[in-house]
């Protein structure tokens, strides 16, 4: 029954492939410019026609991947045909508000692998190995490193930390190339770095500046991380099952899918590294504070991202 069915779907996908990709193409040039009236009138045919498409993958062979892509085709047609008019700045807020909540809740499994592998392991035995010279000194001479911070005008230091955390969580999406082992590398190493410095800040007496220094800026930082990698995640699975389709569609087509999770992620590491620059080291502000500045702003970014009813639902 399976292959007969699996059989079915590729006759399916080979006799109505070339008009869903010339839909995406249209799509796509409509979302990055105007189309003559005449493609626009065939991008609304094909799209009527790749609608009655998906109506028949949802009742022939439902939860196959032709669903899925066809799913993501005609939404994204419908996006181009109708979307609100006002500019550059309509389609980024709409990115951010409507696509990057769908995309975190339509892959919450990758989300969920990505955390677990965050987790922190405190294992004082690797501080030897992975936290730096610098770092063990001044917990030896029971001294807090982050000073410096206070320094530099918030816009400099700010600017240098938000290029960092950009590079590590851009490096944790593009790894899922890797079928994932690359970002499951960054995401264990990055939680036993954090766990071996606080094991080690523990045993020097050090462990309270530290946690009142990470708690403004490290709630809202480890979530973009996590964000960052479940979209990595979201192309391993393209790369590890590609489906009835090429590897490399289903690798595009995944990395489309994934990109609104990098469009929440840049903002808020933008955000968080003024914080981190800035309320982080303030010696006047007590940890409590800084710990109800982390938890709000971490709230608030999963409450915005998990509110129910924000998904996007293709058109029927």
């Given at each position: 029954m399976?292959?007969?069915?699996?059989?079915?779907?590729?006759?399916f996908?080979r006799?109505?492939?070339a008009?869903?990709e010339r839909?995406?193409?249209?799509a796509?040039r409509?979302?990055?410019?105007r189309?003559?009236?005449?493609?626009?009138?065939?991008l609304?045919r094909?799209?009527?026609?790749?609608?009655?498409?998906l109506a028949?993958?949802?009742?022939?062979?439902?939860?196959?991947?032709?669903?899925a892509?066809?799913?993501?085709?005609?939404?994204r047609?419908?996006?181009?045909?109708?979307?609100?008019?006002?500019g550059?700045?309509a389609?980024?807020w709409?990115?951010?508000?409507?696509?990057?909540?769908?995309?975190?809740?339509?892959?919450l499994r990758?989300?969920?692998?990505?955390?677990?592998?965050?987790a922190?392991?405190?294992?004082?035995?690797?501080?030897?190995?992975?936290?730096?010279?610098?770092?063990?000194d001044?917990?030896a001479?029971?001294?807090m490193?982050t000073g410096h911070?206070?320094?530099?005008?918030?816009?400099?230091?700010?600017?240098a930390?938000?290029?960092?955390?950009?590079t590590v969580?851009g490096l944790?999406?593009a790894l899922g190339?890797t079928?994932?082992?690359?970002?499951?590398?960054l995401?264990?190493?990055?939680?036993l770095l954090?766990g071996?410095?606080?094991?080690?800040?523990?045993?020097g007496?050090?462990?309270?500046p530290l946690?009142?220094?990470?708690a403004?800026?490290?709630?809202?930082?480890?979530?973009?991380l996590?964000?960052a990698?479940q979209g990595?995640f979201v192309?391993?699975?393209?790369?590890?099952?590609p489906g009835?389709?090429?590897?490399?569609?289903?690798?595009?087509?995944?990395?489309?899918?994934?990109?609104?999770?990098?469009?929440i992620?840049?903002?808020a590491?933008?955000?968080?590294?003024?914080v981190?620059?800035?309320v982080s080291p303030a010696?006047?502000?007590?940890?409590?504070?800084?710990?109800?500045?982390?938890?709000?702003?971490?709230g608030?970014?999963?409450a915005?991202?998990?509110?129910?009813?924000?998904?996007?639902?293709?058109?029927?």
């Amino acid at each position: 029954m399976t292959g007969a069915r699996t059989r079915n779907v590729g006759a399916f996908v080979r006799a109505r492939r070339a008009g869903w990709e010339r839909l995406e193409a249209l799509a796509a040039r409509a979302e990055s410019g105007r189309l003559p009236l005449g493609e626009v009138r065939e991008l609304d045919r094909l799209y009527r026609r790749a609608a009655g498409d998906l109506a028949f993958a949802r009742g022939a062979f439902p939860g196959s991947d032709a669903e899925a892509h066809l799913a993501q085709v005609t939404a994204r047609a419908y996006g181009a045909l109708y979307r609100p008019h006002g500019g550059s700045a309509a389609l980024v807020w709409r990115v951010l508000r409507v696509e990057a909540p769908a995309a975190v809740r339509g892959h919450l499994r990758a989300l969920a692998l990505a955390a677990a592998l965050l987790a922190v392991a405190l294992d004082p035995s690797a501080a030897e190995l992975l936290v730096p010279e610098q770092v063990r000194d001044a917990i030896a001479a029971r001294q807090m490193w982050t000073g410096h911070l206070l320094r530099v005008a918030p816009g400099v230091s700010g600017s240098a930390i938000a290029h960092n955390n950009l590079t590590v969580a851009g490096l944790a999406f593009a790894l899922g190339l890797t079928a994932g082992l690359g970002t499951a590398v960054l995401l264990v190493t990055n939680g036993l770095l954090l766990g071996a410095v606080l094991a080690l800040a523990a045993q020097g007496g050090m462990a309270g500046p530290l946690l009142a220094f990470v708690a403004a800026h490290g709630p809202t930082e480890l979530s973009a991380l996590v964000l960052a990698a479940q979209g990595g995640f979201v192309l391993a699975g393209a790369v590890i099952d590609p489906g009835e389709w090429p590897r490399g569609a289903a690798v595009a087509a995944a990395g489309r899918a994934a990109a609104p999770l990098l469009a929440i992620v840049v903002p808020a590491l933008a955000l968080i590294a003024l914080v981190e620059s800035s309320v982080s080291p303030a010696p006047g502000l007590p940890g409590w504070a800084k710990g109800a500045v982390g938890l709000a702003l971490a709230g608030a970014l999963w409450a915005f991202l998990l509110a129910p009813g924000r998904a996007l639902r293709p058109p029927s």
